[in-house]
């Protein structure tokens, strides 16, 4: 990209949800993961332009010289003010975005208003057309949206902090929340029902086979989401309290991973008794996306662990729900001759998705063309139940495909 | 008006529903950027998305509106865009002039109601907005890199006629005259009323305002962007920038020269704003032209585009 600057506002009009990570060349980004009382983010400064804005030479390597990088802290800490907010900058490294360096500071913001005015002039107030380009994402999920693009007409843009007003707050607030983002969260969901493919039947030398009664099969059901259940729990009530940190990316992407194993799991056993084991494990690593997410209720000290029983609850209600939708279905369905290949094609659906995922959360792709088809799945969850409860129905109703009774 | 009738005449639905839009979508009409068509989606339809036919009588529109120096312009740009591709680089590949040079249609051609024709690529924004006589052209985005090429044996220079006026005019000026029309309020390393700086705001005035013996050089500045537009409709604008050079403005920032980095010139009347920046390249070697032409009371055909 040849151009220098210009452009702005069609961004925020054609491409709401597009990352603004990849912003135009020797622009400044600052990109914000908000929240109702603290915002976090990155602010992104073009060597070459700070360069002219402070009219001295500067190099990826001069700028990170501790005495220098401290000093272009305090630079933008005095061109950054966001009202009765605590505006804080710490780190300082230099990334390349669009192949120019930049220079990269993590921003926090803490506050007890509603109202968040993010008034920034870095490098604008001397380079007269320089741009910045300010995007934010609810606590840290999704992509990067737009909010404003600060030029020579305006320093401040309004940054969003309230969750929707239906949410409303307190416990049912992060019950709500807790159903939400395990309901939309396809990730999690396939995670749990590829656990659940195989448990109408026994692991037998390395192959599943039908087996168990019913009272048997139940209880690997209730065995798995128990596991799952304790898992998430342990990380993301230690994760919320602050005892333990971990980054987003990689734990997305061993998200995926999790779903790719129990995918593969539901078509031949890994371990006999294992989805108990790999709920339970991955479960841990689920828990920390949930984490994530608790960010975003809003949390003083007094509601954390309301708050963190409301948003586990939510998740809970939401899996049973799961359950109870697709469970008699897989049950009916195992005891049809069908069932093999419902299990495989499933689990193949399953490999497929999580694979796409796994690419995606690791750069290896650009953009995931299964996104769509996934999110058509999880927005219409009682449609695949009832189809999944028609073909059953249909199934156990031809004779010779009904399976012979276990001799027992 | 013919000319678009012929050319909305050679596309079937499915390319007419796209590139035939309303004229009250002013948010679409508002829509062309120097950015790459990626990062930017342009409204219409890209010119390698047209047949050869279809993108004949396109070009033949932009024939009929335009001057024989401002289709010639149209042309020369595209070949610059096509030479930037060809050097490759950073981002380069998204240009060209079939990629993403775009075209579109707001509302019916007509004589009498509003209509708009929008075409232009990656250094090149034509806005042409007819209103039964009354015509804009702006705004207007030309620019070149490299500023100068050959290409088939020929050198090609697409936004020659604007630098050549634009320098001559700030070289004309006395050391105070330069002085007084030197911008205060900071540095510039591109246009401040680029792409999506469609509001109608523009930034005070600043500058040295026209004497009576510069009057002739800015004259000479404003007409290779005003004279893009066929004759009758720019000799009208002409005459309207003419008789308010008493109050218009000439102001620089950084450097004057056609070669120096970052030379920032400007032309500031009651109606007429041009900008011009030798911005930085990234896959050639020197500065290259960025310039914008705008109406502030005829942007889009109106004093209230947005």
């Not at chain 1, 840290?140 to 020579?152: E, K, P, R, V």
């Not at chain 1, 809970?316 to 299990?343: D, F, K, N």
């Amino acid at each position: 990209m040849r151009i220098a600057v210009v452009i702005a506002c069609v961004l925020l009009a054609l491409f709401p949800g597009s990352p603004a990570a990849a912003h135009p060349m020797s622009t400044t980004a600052i990109l914000l993961d908000t929240g109702p009382s603290r915002v976090t983010g990155l602010v992104e400064l073009p060597i070459d332009r700070l360069e002219v804005a402070l009219d001295e030479p500067l190099t990826a390597t001069t700028v990170v010289q501790p005495a220098k990088l401290a000093e272009l802290r305090r630079y933008v800490l005095a061109h950054t003010s966001a009202g009765t907010w605590a505006v804080d900058l710490t780190g300082g490294r230099v990334a390349k975005v669009d192949n120019v360096d930049h220079l990269v500071f993590d921003l926090t913001l803490t506050g007890n208003t509603q109202d968040l005015q993010l008034t920034y002039d870095g490098i604008l107030h001397k380079i007269v057309s320089h741009q910045v380009f300010v995007a934010a994402r609810p606590a840290g999920h999704g992509d990067y949206t737009t909010i404003g693009i600060l030029d020579w007409r305006t320093h401040t843009v309004t940054v969003p902090t309230a969750r929707p007003a239906s949410t409303g707050s307190g416990f049912l607030a992060a019950v709500r929340l807790g159903v939400r983002h395990i309901g939309q969260g396809a990730d999690h969901l396939l995670f749990l029902i590829m656990l659940l493919l195989p448990a109408p039947l026994l692991a037998r030398r390395g192959r599943w086979v039908r087996g168990g009664d019913l009272r048997r099969q139940g209880l690997r059901v209730v065995h798995v989401v128990s596991a799952f259940a304790v898992g998430h729990s342990i990380t993301l009530a230690l994760a919320a309290l602050g005892y333990l940190s971990v980054p987003t990316r990689p734990v997305e992407a061993a998200i995926a991973l999790s779903v790719l194993v129990s995918a593969v799991h539901a078509v031949r056993p890994l371990v006999p008794g294992g989805e108990t084991w790999i709920a339970a494990g991955f479960g841990l690593l689920h828990g920390f996306a949930f984490a994530a997410l608790i960010n975003d209720l809003g949390l003083t000290r007094g509601s954390l662990v309301t708050n963190l029983l409301g948003f586990n609850l939510g998740i809970e209600l939401t899996q049973l729900i799961v359950v109870a939708l697709v469970m008699p279905s897989l049950l009916v369905l195992s005891r049809t001759r069908a069932y093999p290949g419902i299990r495989l094609g499933l689990a193949g659906t399953g490999i497929m998705l999580a694979g796409a995922w796994f690419a995606e959360r690791t750069t290896l792709i650009p953009a995931n063309p299964l996104n769509g088809p996934a999110d058509q799945l999880v927005e219409h969850p009682f449609v695949i139940a009832a189809l999944l409860a028609g073909a059953a129905g249909a199934l156990v109703a031809v004779p010779r495909l009904r399976t012979e009774p276990l001799p027992h | 008006m013919t000319a678009t009738q012929a050319f909305l005449a050679t596309l079937d639905d499915t390319l007419k529903t796209k590139i035939n839009l309303a004229f009250t979508d002013n948010q679409s009409r508002q829509t062309w950027s120097n950015y790459p068509a990626s990062t930017v989606a342009r409204k219409g339809v890209a010119l390698k998305d047209l047949s050869a036919a279809q993108r004949a009588a396109a070009l033949a529109m932009m024939k009929v509106a335009l001057s024989t120096a401002g289709y010639q312009q149209v042309l020369n740009i595209q070949k610059a865009d096509d030479y930037l591709n060809s050097l490759g680089g950073d981002g380069a590949d998204g240009f060209g002039n079939l990629v993403d040079y775009y075209v579109a249609v707001y509302g019916t051609p007509s004589a009498t109601d509003p209509f708009m024709l929008q075409f232009g690529g990656h250094h090149l924004a034509r806005n042409l907005t007819y209103n039964g006589t009354k015509v804009s052209e702006t705004p207007q985005f030309v620019g070149s890199e490299p500023t100068s090429f050959t290409t088939g044996g020929q050198t090609v220079a697409p936004v020659k006629d604007e630098s050549t006026a634009m320098f001559a005019l700030f070289a004309s000026l006395s050391d105070s005259e330069k002085a007084s029309a030197k911008l205060s309020s900071g540095t510039y390393d591109d246009l401040m009323m680029g792409p999506t700086h469609d509001d109608g705001v523009f930034p005070a005035s600043e500058g040295l305002t026209v004497t009576a013996a510069q009057k002739k050089l800015v004259l000479a500045a404003i007409t290779p962007y005003v004279d893009d537009l066929a004759d009758d409709a720019a000799a009208k604008l002409l005459a309207k920038y003419e008789s308010e050079l008493d109050s218009t403005k000439i102001a620089w920032a950084n450097n004057t020269g056609p070669e120096d980095e970052s030379s920032y010139l400007r032309i500031d009347g009651p109606s007429v704003w041009i900008e011009f920046i030798n911005t930085r390249s990234r896959s050639t070697p020197n500065i290259h032209y960025h310039s914008v032409y705008r109406d502030k009371t005829n942007d889009y055909g109106s004093t209230n585009p947005s």
